[in-house]
């Protein structure tokens, strides 16, 4: 009995020097245990945690229970020697944090069947936004270059104008897009690529300052709206149109800006975020270059 209160408090001091959360399961009866720092992950004390929860399994993220469940399911049933899942659990706050949930098999009876399962909460969120930053900037590094290699190759100006709108919707996740080039006398622009607009604007033209597109040829610089139809700087032509959030990027070769690039959602209210912008933008710089050479090889 010594030797068993000895190795308990040298598994406390572990437990708690390695700032991970332990539970316990007792399959018989179906109780689970856990240590203080588990109620410290959610932002919740041990006995305000215990006291308003039914089941742990509450906290799980609607999404992830099914694997969570699986995979302990999984181990109980020999088919994998530990059981390891990643998944969401909800916080005092409000919010998802994301759980590396590890453990297996410490008791068994006589015949073989579980009795006990332990293991540890160990929270990696930071390591997962990480992870999906890394792997989000590889997908759109990839979208990129094959972007440009299918815009570089064509020199039909119509066919590469088309090409280049519905890439940039598809870079950000956005069901239609324009293309403006700005005319000859420098103060106007004329949409040349309507993909997906609900209405016929092909054609429509608009001054430098004049609406999102003018703005952003008269500034030089992105610009987005986070719901077009409460805008009040909207233009005239499309006074009537069902956009929400809105982004105009310049067309710009060297110096010079040749026309804007609009990617528009009629779903989502709200802004773009920063990687979106730096995207799109990329992509613009590729463009422009692709249009001039397009132009000059028609020459």
């Known amino acids: 009995e010594e030797l068993q209160r000895e190795n308990e408090e040298r598994l406390k001091l572990v437990l708690e020097g390695s700032q991970l959360g332990f539970w316990d399961w007792n399959l ?30 509450d906290l799980i993220h609607p999404d992830d229970q099914a694997a969570a469940w699986q995979s302990i399911q999984d181990h109980l049933e020999g088919r994998t020697p530990v059981h390891e899942v990643e998944i969401r659990m909800l916080t005092k706050d409000g919010q998802y944090r994301w759980i590396l949930d590890r453990g297996g098999i410490v008791k068994r009876d006589p015949r073989g069947r579980p009795l006990r399962m332990s293991g540890t909460h160990t929270d990696i969120t930071e390591q997962r936004q990480m992870r999906d930053l890394l792997v989000r900037h ?12 299918e815009i570089n190759s064509q020199s039909d100006v119509p066919i590469l104008l088309q090409a280049i709108v519905q890439r940039a919707a598809g870079l950000v996740g956005t069901q239609m897009g324009g293309l403006y080039l700005i005319k000859p006398d420098g103060q106007t622009l004329e949409l040349m690529v309507s993909y997906n607009l609900p209405g016929d ?13 003018g703005c952003v040829a008269q500034t030089r610089k992105p610009m987005a709206v986070k719901d077009y139809i409460h ?36 779903k989502t209210v709200g802004s773009f975020g920063e990687d979106e912008i730096r995207l799109v933008s990329l992509f613009a710089d590729q463009a422009a270059l692709a249009i001039e050479n397009a132009r000059l090889y028609q020459a």
């Open 28 to 57: 018989e009866v179906g109780d689970v245990r856990r240590n203080e720092r588990w109620a410290e992950m959610l932002g919740y004390t041990l006995p305000e945690i215990e006291s308003t929860l039914k089941q742990w399994t």
């Open 201 to 213: 604007y092909l054609g429509v033209t608009l001054h430098l300052g004049e609406g999102l597109a």
């Open 231 to 266: 805008w009040g700087e909207r233009a005239a032509a499309y006074a009537n149109a069902s956009f929400r959030r809105v982004l105009g990027v310049p067309l710009r070769v060297r110096d010079t800006v040749i026309g804007v690039i609009d990617v528009v959602d009629d």
């Open 138 to 149: 590889a997908q759109e590094m990839e979208a990129l270059y094959n972007t440009s290699l």
